[in-house]
């Protein structure tokens, strides 16, 4: 029998000042409160230094984006060094070429930068203009291997799509965060309920590949958008051990145990059974392209008015 393995994990969930220096003050002091509650691994929200420009199409980015090291990053590896854990920062990075990627860099406890993630699926939707400020990442999945857990980090519009959440478990890891910013558009009403379904797929991806999930969000009011908060932690059965406020900044301090992995996936085969040699389509370019008929869908044309309120 496998021995019982379990790791301590810390989502930051935070309202984002306008500041990078108020920003990373806040953000300092909420990872702070987390190590004190014996967290191992800490996660910060999506493009936790910034606001969240990409809600407009006409956002000068150039001020928020920077290189890999600079200020913020230089701060986040002197802090895990001071505090001995890991930390998974996610930043606006600008390349030397000039390009710009949604990416989470990750230090362990000496303050070595184990590497990082470039966020693979880019939305480009009413509110989350991405594809006009990052490009599509073709570095692959990573996975980060600490005394700990090993984990993985995909980063929010990434939550929605099955076939990453599986190839990072496949890769070995225990853990995925989901370090994230998404909300509700002030005046749009929304047709279904966009909050349960966010949190229903991603129980799912943990029960389908029998692997803890940890996902952190925004809070707090910026432009148009709500952010939703509700930060929350599942285990590899989808079961939710923790979920954070609705508003508040918040630290969610959660053991893990990562035996309960193989107990799931030993018992309910989800990857031993599965069948690759009919996964062909999934390969395919099918259905990829941008459809001509979006810009009349009603609820597509609703969100463009409600942002552009005032």
């Known amino acids: 029998m496998e021995k019982q393995r379990t790791v301590t994990i810390g989502l930051v969930q935070m309202n984002v000042p306008r500041s990078k220096d108020a920003a990373l003050q806040r953000a300092e002091m909420l990872i702070r409160r987390a190590a004190k509650k014996d967290a ?4 910060l929200p999506e493009l936790f230094a910034t606001p969240y420009f990409p809600q407009s199409p006409e956002t000068n980015a150039k001020k ?11 701060v986040m590896s002197a802090l895990a060094r001071k505090l001995k854990v890991t930390i998974i920062a996610p930043i606006c990075e600008k390349t030397k070429s000039g390009a710009c990627f949604n990416t989470a860099v990750v230090f362990n406890g000496n303050g070595k930068m184990l590497g990082m993630y ?29 005394r700990h857990a090993t984990f993985a980090v995909l980063i929010c519009y990434d939550q929605w799509f099955p076939e990453a959440a599986r190839m990072v478990r496949l890769k070995g890891a225990e853990i995925i965060f989901y370090p994230t910013a998404i ?17 229903t797929i991603q129980r799912a991806h943990a029960i389908a590949n029998s692997v ?19 930060s929350f932690v599942t285990d590899a059965w989808g079961k939710v051990l923790r979920v954070a406020s609705k508003n508040n900044d918040e630290v969610v301090v959660q053991k893990i145990d990562l035996t309960y992995n193989t107990f799931v996936g030993e018992g309910w085969g989800f990857l031993r059974n599965r069948r690759p040699d009919t996964y062909g389509a999934l390969l395919s370019k099918k259905l990829t392209r941008r459809s001509k008929k979006l810009a009349g869908v009603p609820h597509y044309k609703n969100e463009i008015r409600a942002l552009a309120s005032r």
């Open 212 to 230: 803890a999930i940890a996902t952190v969000n925004r809070v707090g009011k910026e432009g148009r958008m709500r952010f939703w908060g509700q």
């Open 118 to 146: 470039r966020k693979h699926h880019i939305p480009y939707d009413p509110g989350f203009y991405e594809k006009k400020y990052f490009k599509a990442s073709d570095d692959g999945y990573r996975i980060f291997k600490t």
């Open 40 to 43: 191992e691994i800490i996660c």
């Open 64 to 74: 928020y984006c920077e290189p890999i090291p600079d200020k913020t990053t230089i």
């Open 183 to 199: 909300g509700t558009i002030i005046g749009y009403r929304e047709r279904g309920d966009w909050h349960n379904a966010w949190e």
